[in-house]
């Protein structure tokens, strides 16, 4: 999955966060309160489902158990990012139900941060930094909490000892030498060895690794699977051999329980191809045959008239410091009809884009098939799109399919709305926005191009382009994720400033499209930077490739100033002094990229992200925290779900399925490691 994450911290499509009752105030519009919990770096929101109730029965059925088969799977995320995760939740979750003491103390309550971090990162590493949390609470603490609980809360441990498992878990929570980072995905170390991830195992080498898929794959094959994609590598007794994700397989006891869920919607599907697609899916779930899924991928990319769609599996790469292996996730939505026409003149057009695009003639696509866009309201996030949630789409991964069938876009605009409504206020644009005239540019502008940047992004910036014959699909390696990124984002930076958007109706003038440039250069080269802890290199693939851009761009275009950092009493922010020659510079980035991207050329796709997506300016980092610390603002947000009900009359049976809005974030993460949690401790 190419997915959109939400990048601006204070503007539009972002969270005001501040605490107590003012919080309260400034998310809560027309008695629905958008903001639930805040701790840490984080604030936990709720999104609304608007028109589900004006959905069939049916429907709502079908949305049902595809969200029941969304939260099946929750645990393989959990054990995917790191083996003893489970375990450390589990305990945490036993300590938060059972603990006899103060539970206002400070020990408690870092504990208590501590859980709750690690149910919106789904593990012990920080969702975005990568880094292992440091737990504020003390080993003592911990180990007398564990002691304490009474035998049947420590069941999960089955066959070890509570001494046993305190003397295993005990250093993967406080020593911070051991598993450090959950991914590595640059610099001249074993990436391997140096991540934390479960998706290889047996003291495995990135030699070993690479040499084991290179070996399997075949030169000639114009159609190539996704090699390794739904497999954990291991190396037991010398020999290395993949441990498949399916039924009967690693992780058979969520899937079967997905695959249940999947089999009950059938009856409720609208049409013939919706049909096939589950089925197909069911099928790869049970095979684990990486063929069968390319049929799902087809199908589903083909199937355009439902009104329900969903995505579930082993799909997104980006945990995995090679880009093979897939992270399980699930998104449940129906279409948005009127906001979707938008979508639909952009993929009407995609031949237009694709023959005006900047890049390398060799590099377009002579026909450009099947391309499709929609907008989107989700009623149920899974796995690896929740808490933290892609505000935008684009399936399949696979070129071959998308060179021949095309790709499937969405925005996912309830997500961006709640973000919006929550974001009234906090003083983000007052404290790093150059003057008025940005703000004002921002203020009239920025939600309309937030939302067509993120169109733009997954209907065409994903969807561009081809790969030359004989291109490896991972030629580019643990790179990959991040020149991705960068490739559509500046497709989208490109194309937003084309006046072919005001003539198709998509902007009203052509000035709007300066908003999305400001936000993305302030964002890019400064404000992103809160996300990171001070002396940290940036790591995951969507920040770096922001900062590519932007630092690519500003070294460019510094001999004419086409982008300064000025000074302002004592501050330092980011003006744009030509918006038409930046435009050119992301077009000559976007013809670089693109052609990295057709002929695999890693060496170069080393030094670009090497060179501008990794290494932080300290002295403005420093700068950019301490300002932001004074708003005290979240700079990551994440969602709650609605609880999705049936209603059933005398009968037994179901005569409508209703939403709750009221559940909390605590409660939401414990109802689900009670009523979904059916992996094993240890998965190996």
């Known amino acids: 999955m190419k997915k959109t994450i939400l990048f601006m911290l204070g503007l539009s499509m972002t969270v005001a966060s501040c605490s107590g009752r003012k919080e ?404 983000f644009s007052e404290e790093f926005v150059w003057s008025d005239a940005e703000r004002e540019l921002l203020k009239t502008y920025g939600f309309t191009t937030d939302n067509l940047h993120t169109d733009l992004h997954e209907c065409l910036g994903h969807g561009s382009g081809i790969t030359l014959p004989g291109v490896e699909p991972d030629a580019l390696k643990a790179y990959a994720s991040t020149l991705e990124e960068a490739r559509a984002d500046l497709f989208g930076l490109y194309y937003i400033a084309d006046t072919k958007l005001v003539e198709l109706g998509l902007l009203p003038d052509a000035e709007a499209y300066k908003a999305e440039y400001y936000k993305f250069m302030m964002n890019g080269l400064q404000t992103q930077l809160v996300r990171i802890e001070l002396g940290k290199n940036i790591e995951e693939a969507h920040m770096r490739n922001r900062q590519l851009i932007a630092r690519w761009v500003f070294e460019k275009g510094k001999a004419e100033k086409i982008v300064e950092l000025k000074q302002h009493d004592g501050k330092t922010y980011v003006v744009i002094n030509d918006y038409e020659k930046l435009r050119r510079l992301f077009g000559e980035l976007l013809k670089e990229v693109q052609r990295i991207k057709s002929e695999g050329d890693l060496d170069a796709g080393k030094k670009l992200v090497e060179t501008y997506a990794v290494k932080v300016d300290q002295v403005l980092h420093r700068e950019v925290l301490e300002r932001y610390a004074k708003l005290d603002l979240a700079p990551y947000k994440g969602f709650v779900n609605p609880v999705m009900r049936e209603v059933k009359n005398e009968k037994g049976e179901v005569v409508d399925i209703t939403l709750d809005y009221s559940e909390g974030y605590a409660n939401q993460m414990l109802r689900y490691s009670k009523t979904y949690s059916f992996l094993p401790t240890y998965n190996n």
């Open 24 to 427: 309260k105030e400034e998310t809560k519009e027309n008695g629905f309160e958008y903001a639930v919990d805040r701790f840490a770096d984080l604030q936990i929101l709720r999104y609304q489902v608007p028109g589900f109730n004006a959905l069939t029965l049916k429907q709502k059925q079908l949305l049902y158990h595809l969200s029941e088969a969304a939260l099946m799977g929750r645990d393989i995320l959990f054990d995917q990012n790191c083996r003893y995760n489970l375990a450390i939740r589990r305990t945490m979750e036993a300590i938060y139900t059972h603990y006899k003491g103060d539970r206002s103390a400070a020990e408690f309550k870092a504990l208590e941060t501590y859980l709750k971090r690690v149910w919106f990162s789904n593990g012990i590493h920080h969702h975005y930094a990568e880094d292992k949390f440091k737990p504020e609470f003390t080993p003592a603490f911990f180990v007398a909490c564990v002691k304490a609980l009474p035998s049947e809360a420590v069941s999960f441990l089955a066959e070890q000892t509570v001494d046993d498992f305190l003397k295993e878990i005990t250093p993967v929570i406080f020593d911070p030498e051991v598993l450090p980072k959950r991914t590595v995905q640059s610099g001249d170390e074993d990436l391997i060895r140096a991540s934390a991830n479960h998706y290889y195992a047996g003291d495995l080498t990135q030699k070993e690794v690479e040499d084991f898929y290179t070996g399997m794959k075949d030169p000639n094959d114009s159609t190539p699977i996704s090699y390794g994609l739904n497999s954990r590598l291991v190396k037991e007794d010398g020999v290395i051999k993949e441990k498949v994700w399916k039924v009967g397989g690693l992780y058979t006891e969520a899937i079967e329980r997905i695959v249940a869920e999947l089999e009950k919607a059938v009856p409720f599907v609208e049409n013939d191809k919706q049909k096939a697609v589950i089925e197909s899916l069911i099928d790869y779930y049970r095979t684990g045959d990486l063929r069968t899924f390319d049929t799902y991928a087809v199908l589903w990319v083909e199937d355009t008239n439902s009104d329900v769609d969903f995505v579930n599996g082993f799909t997104e790469t980006y945990g995995d410091p090679l880009g093979m292996k897939a992270s399980w996730e699930s998104t449940v939505n129906f279409i948005n009809k009127e906001a979707t026409k938008r979508t639909k003149i952009i993929s009407d057009n995609a031949q237009w884009f694709e023959d005006h695009s900047p890049i390398d003639n060799r590099f377009r696509k002579k026909e450009v098939k099947g391309v499709s866009a929609k907008v989107i309201t989700v009623t149920m996030l899974g796995g690896d799109c929740y808490p933290s949630t892609p505000i935008g789409i684009n399936l399949p991964n696979a070129d071959w399919i998308r060179k021949d069938h095309g790709s499937k876009s969405v925005t996912i605009e309830n997500i961006t709305e709640a973000y919006d409504k929550a974001s009234q206020g906090n003083g």
